[in-house]
């Protein structure tokens, strides 16, 4: 059983990343893929610690380091990176830099497993990584303009509304076949990664709903949160001689405070604007298990998003929901900007 993971440069250059137990290595990963080293991470459960070899050396001792809690520098809006590059620093210690070009705009310091993999899905766009060579220097971060930490908080809940299995509510579905869940999936996808991009952690939920108490038990799921957003696309009720085609945001009648609403009427405008379809504007419905369940619990803000009508004439619907998508996750990260504690 490994107990702890190696980090070398290999003759070529090129990572080596080893499962040890005690000084041997029980498996080895030879690879510079982020992904491949997540997976590879993950596989050792019982490896607590990580280690990066003195560079050219044979295998060194394999004390441990103690269990540091490992110091994030900053966490910073709208940021990227693109690749992660270890380091070892004066006391043997890891250092993990996630650089944009020759600069760091982050640091990881520290030998905590569970820490490496937070830190290495922090920025979605690095996909690689890279043992330094010997010699180099430890990057310290660099002084953006606006490096001011905004963000600080507990991250983003959004839900795919009518998940697998749902029996009770299948959701719409569009003329051309395309069904809500679908289309949930690809705005949820999309608005993911604007979070993300943005440096704030979301979650993704896609509950099975057996029956319409579970709802309710989805939205509790939102403690912890700041932000929790379930996605789903209107439908009308009948078929209507209306042109109402639209996108509005759900809050709980009663339950709503100002700050869900502020939330719900920029997503609303966004979605509106970036469709170029009419602003239906915040919706209260009485009647919401899902945002419900979401109130009772310490989550900042709670809205369900309708994007538009899928079963009005749109011309690409995978296209309006992923652009709607990519407008509501703009829309969180506005809402989070204006009402980030400051540390
Ligand atoms: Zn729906």
Redesign the pocket.
Known sequence: MATWILFERSANDEPQVSAMSGGKAVERLSSSSKTELIMFLNRFQAAGTFLVARVKDDLEATDLLPEDVSLVEDATLGITADVYKFFRNDNGQPVVAAMQGDEAVEILTGNRRDALITFLNKYPNARRFDIAAAGSKIPTVINLPDRTPIYRGRGVMLEI??GPGTRF?P??IAPTGET?YDL?IIATNAARQVIVAAGVPCTVIDTPQANLQDLYNIGLQAGGFDVFCSV????FDGPGGRNPQGAEVLVHRTKAEASDRRLAAIMTAAMADELNISNRGVKDNLALLVLSGAEDTNVRASVLA?LYFLDAPVPNRQDWSRRGGIAMGQAIIQWLKETARRS
Do not use: K, L
């Not at 789903?232 to 439908?235: E, G, P, Q, S, T």
């Open positions: 509304g009518h509510d959701g719409a809500e949930n789903h696309h209107n439908a309708e």
